[in-house]
């Protein structure tokens, strides 16, 4: 994902991360509205004193300026606000939270702020605490105070309403929200189109399956006549990759369970069959088994027969829509038996059909599926939509291993449109 341009990856992030999107935003924001809801609102209130020298004979800007530190100082120390306290009949400790005074050097006041709950609250502290400067004025030898300005409400900040923080909350959320989702698409990207797969499998998009059924907002069945369509293309796609791609079995393997490979070996296989290319099509998923599962096992005989030449092969298969199909059962403990006995079994199956296609369990699920691998001549990976493109390399990784190209790529509950769209890293190129 490397130099993916910010935008295409946003949009993606927009589009399929958009369940982590609202999985951010949503507690973030309602968190942020009732909090706002609850908080208490506050009212300051502003006073303005003046400072001048006591007389004509002391005038000194230095001295003005002594005597607004001093006030500054002196307004907010307990003795002041003890009196103020007195005054007003609000608390000590209230007080000394909510006033604040500021000296201008320039202007030579001072600013009284008082800020409460209550705006009266307010208004009667400031009032309170600029006549203390008054009366601390009378006091002082070197500089008189007036009050200049009488107590007033200050108007309020753009963000003190509650409505304007609560919409800065929820826009923080929201940014938030696509700050995560686009991450999490740009660190751990997935395939979303036929070229990102291709991308991370290194073999050419050969065809794409619809998901043959949805669930929502409604149920609904993909038409036959849409997925034939696309089963047919699925084999021209694999038919034109025959030229490059070396001759013998044909491992259909998916990235991880439940992405498809049992049914497209079979579509691929029935379409093959269609255009009058014999085809056989043998369940090695020894773990599951989920291709003679969904079929049954209608022969007397199986894979294990045919291994063993309990049977000939021709006895072992049965016939599925006029493919040819050899089923199998579950079986663990034969990883020799089938590293010894299924390349003769392949090549059988090759004198007798013209194409020969091996429906496996995904590669890592066990042993015994990298010993099926290791005896194909090519494989055929099954990617569903949406699948972590580190997984996609996973299993391409453990092919070369094997020894084993990557003849190409078919992305499974994806439409055709995206099945030939570029990658990321390829729109990204030279952007």
């Known amino acids: 994902m490397t130099g993916a341009p910010f935008l295409r990856v946003l949009g993606r992030a927009l589009r399929f991360r958009w369940a982590v999107l609202l999985a951010v935003l949503v507690p973030a924001a309602v968190v942020g509205i009732l909090a706002v809801e609850q908080r208490i609102d506050r009212t300051t209130a502003v006073a303005v004193v003046g400072v001048a020298p006591e007389s004509a004979d002391v005038l000194s800007t230095d001295a003005v300026q002594l005597a607004l530190g001093r006030y500054s100082v002196a307004l907010t120390s307990p003795e002041v606000l003890t009196q103020v306290a007195a005054e007003t009949g609000i608390a000590l400790d209230v007080l000394d939270a909510a006033v604040e005074v500021s000296a201008s050097q320039e202007a030579g006041n001072l600013s009284v702020r008082a800020t409460l709950p209550s705006t009266d609250d307010a208004l009667l502290v400031a009032r309170a605490v600029a006549e203390q400067t008054v009366t601390l004025g009378q006091e002082d030898p070197l500089a008189d105070a007036s009050v200049l300005a009488g107590a007033r409400t200050e108007a309020p900040g753009l963000l003190s309403g509650t409505r304007s923080l609560q919409a800065l909350l929820v826009l923080a959320a929201l940014v938030a929200g696509l700050v995560v989702a686009y991450a999490l698409e740009a660190v751990r990207p997935r395939a979303r189109t036929g070229g990102d797969a291709a991308d991370a499998a290194g073999g050419p998009v050969l065809g794409s399956l619809p998901a043959f059924t949805s669930t ?73 088994a989920g291709l003679s599962a969904t079929m049954g096992t209608p022969s007397r005989f199986a894979l294990h027969d045919a291994l063993t030449e309990s049977a000939p092969l021709a006895e072992a298969v049965h016939r599925e829509g006029g493919v040819a199909v050899l089923t199998t059962e579950p079986m663990s403990g034969v990883d020799d038996l089938v590293d010894h006995r299924l390349p003769d079994l392949l090549k059988r199956g090759a004198d007798r059909y013209e194409v020969v296609l091996c429906d496996s369990a995904p590669l890592g699920a066990g042993e015994l599926s990298e010993v099926v691998a290791a005896h194909a001549a090519s494989a055929v990976v099954v990617v569903r939509a949406g699948t972590s493109t580190a997984t996609i390399e996973r299993t391409a990784a453990r092919l070369r291993r094997l020894g084993v190209p990557v003849r190409g790529v078919v992305l499974n509950h994806a439409t055709r449109a995206q099945a030939e769209a570029p990658g990321l890293r390829e729109t990204g190129r030279g952007d």
């Open 216 to 288: 929502w907002p409604r149920r609904a069945v993909a038409p036959d006549s849409e997925i034939l369509a696309s089963a047919r293309s699925l084999r021209s796609g694999f038919l034109a990759s025959g030229a490059g791609a070396p001759a013998g079995p044909v491992l259909v393997v998916g990235v991880e369970h439940g992405a498809g490979a049992s049914t497209v070996a079979f579509l691929l296989a029935r379409t093959l069959v269609d255009r009058g290319e014999s085809t056989l099509v043998l369940d090695l998923d020894l773990d599951h």
